[in-house]
């Protein structure tokens, strides 16, 4: 008997295009970066411009001594002024007269901390260009040091964990939500366990970027920095989004839609128990996360106002 064809899965349908990066990328093992990366331009086009800063993705985007690891015109810039170079590239094919999609590829470090201040003035400008922030909570690539969107907690080089100190002292900013607070015209958060979740978004955003200013913020866990096994980085994407510490949404104009609802989440724990960097929190440390979950999520609920409506389920 014939062996019944494998379904592929529906995300597939979205890979219009070929990977534009080498076989082998420099990222750390297990990293959902390189997914990311190969993602973006599959499902986005041949049409793309992307500029980022020193990050994680540097030594892939901008190259390594003569050489580079992809065929994508890629610009690099300082963390200070991600989005402002973004804008003067968006500026510029405009006037030219050339279509394009410019992308602004960041980690968190520089959307929420160094260059926050130019990404909200392109955001308050309506700049039409897409800002992709992959968010791995922390430096990762200088040395796993704390920024303003590592959890309050979490062990990082400079929330260590001793006699005087048990990780961040103070929670974590809700970046994408403050950029959907700028009403532009289309915020996002995504993770990459869910890919047509995520190639939905990127289209979107696509689409939406010709109204102006875009941003999608994406759960990128860290094996290295997290304390995650290697094979682990998905599932930790998946328990994220079951706990509602990384709930899927999307904004247009500031009006907030869930993608996804949990309507039984997980407890904090299940998600904290994966990750090293959490190792060290006792019951009250887990308490006060949970709550600052809860928090979030009932400030989105109640901003969409109809949590149940176009959504899939969990």
């Known amino acids: 008997m014939a062996e019944k064809k494998k379904k592929l899965s529906k995300v597939f349908n979205y890979l219009k295009y070929d990977d534009p990066f080498a076989g082998g990328l420099t990222f750390c093992a297990g990293c959902p970066l390189e997914l990311l990366a190969r993602f973006v331009p599959r499902v ?85 260009f897409i800002y992709i922030c992959y968010d791995n909570e922390g430096y990762m690539n200088t040395g796993i040091q704390r920024s303003s969107t590592t959890p309050a907690g979490a062990r990082t080089t400079t929330s260590p964990v001793g006699k005087m100190t048990h990780g961040k002292d103070v929670t974590s900013k809700n970046l994408p939500l403050l950029m959907a607070m700028h009403k532009i015209p289309y915020a996002a958060t995504a993770t990459m366990s869910h890919l047509e979740d995520l190639a939905k978004k990127l289209l979107k955003a696509k689409e939406k970027k010709e109204q102006g200013f875009c941003y999608l913020h994406v759960f990128c866990p860290c094996p290295t920095g997290w304390g995650v096994p290697t094979d682990g980085s998905l599932d930790l994407c998946r328990m994220a989004v079951k706990t509602n510490f990384f709930p899927l949404w999307e904004a247009e104009q500031g009006e907030i839609r869930f993608t996804r609802e949990t309507k039984k989440p997980k407890p904090i724990g299940e998600y904290t128990k994966l990750i090293k960097k959490f190792g060290h929190l006792d019951e009250e440390g887990i308490a006060r996360l949970q709550s600052d979950v809860d928090y979030n999520y009932s400030i989105l609920s109640r901003l969409s106002g109809k949590c149940e409506q176009g959504g899939s389920n969990d």
């Open 44 to 128: 986005l086009g041949e049409d793309m411009v992307i500029t980022g800063t020193p990050s994680c993705s540097a030594p892939v985007l901008l190259g390594q001594n003569i050489g580079t690891w992809h065929r994508m015109p890629y610009y690099g810039t300082l963390m200070t002024g991600a989005a402002a170079n973004a804008t003067g590239l968006a500026r510029f094919y405009k006037r030219k007269g050339i279509k394009n999609t410019v992308v602004c590829f960041n980690g968190d470090g520089t959307a929420s901390d160094i260059g926050f201040g130019n990404l909200s003035g392109a955001a308050e400008r309506n700049e039409p």
